[in-house]
């Protein structure tokens, strides 16, 4: 598993995890070591995630409800931009033949990824949010 975050003038380092992510592995090995840290340095910051299991038990719930964070509707991935980004990666990424090579690529992909197609999909949100409200939450053309 490899959990990521983007912010609109950077990016979280990648943490990649091995085996089961649970709501209480999220907390201890994720958030409290690094993505609360993180998001304490960036004064007025919404923490957005989806809604995978991990994130919505209620050990992990309890632990950032001390964050600001936007609620997420269940199926949304038209406006989730870091899965776009990782998309980006997923066309970049070339075959491997272990999981190490595979750390090693995904690792180097993220740290070459131009900040600009961060901020592009940043930016985009607004008409994304727009496209999702005329579909009704259906499907949009991002």
Same mark, same amino acid.
């Given at each position: 598993?490899?959990? /990521?975050?983007?912010?609109?003038?950077?990016?979280?380092?990648?943490?990649?995890?091995?085996?089961?992510?649970?709501?209480? &592995? #999220?907390?201890?090995?994720?958030? /409290?070591?690094?993505?609360?840290? #993180?998001?304490?340095?960036?004064?007025?910051?919404?923490?957005?995630?989806?809604?995978? &299991? @991990?994130?919505?038990? /209620?050990?992990?719930?309890?632990?950032?409800?001390?964050?600001?964070?936007?609620?997420?509707?269940?199926?949304? @991935?038209?406006?989730?931009?870091?899965?776009?980004?990782?998309?980006?990666?997923?066309?970049?990424?070339?075959?491997? *033949?272990?999981?190490?090579?595979?750390?090693?690529?995904?690792?180097?992909?993220?740290? *070459?990824?131009?900040?600009?197609?961060? &901020?592009?999909?940043?930016?985009?949100? @607004?008409?994304?949010?727009?496209?999702?409200?005329?579909?009704?939450?259906?499907?949009? &053309?991002?």
């Amino acid at each position: 598993m490899v959990w /990521r975050a983007i912010v609109y003038d950077s990016r979280f380092t990648l943490i990649v995890m091995r085996g089961t992510l649970t709501g209480q &592995r #999220f907390v201890d090995d994720i958030f /409290r070591p690094h993505a609360g840290p #993180f998001l304490n340095g960036l004064p007025g910051a919404i923490f957005l995630q989806d809604n995978a &299991r @991990p994130h919505t038990v /209620r050990v992990a719930q309890d632990f950032i409800r001390h964050f600001q964070t936007l609620p997420w509707p269940a199926h949304s @991935p038209d406006l989730f931009p870091v899965e776009h980004v990782w998309d980006q990666l997923k066309r970049q990424m070339s075959s491997c *033949h272990s999981v190490h090579d595979l750390e090693l690529a995904v690792h180097d992909l993220w740290a *070459h990824l131009p900040q600009d197609n961060i &901020r592009c999909l940043i930016n985009s949100m @607004p008409g994304r949010v727009a496209a999702c409200i005329a579909t009704g939450g259906g499907p949009t &053309r991002y």
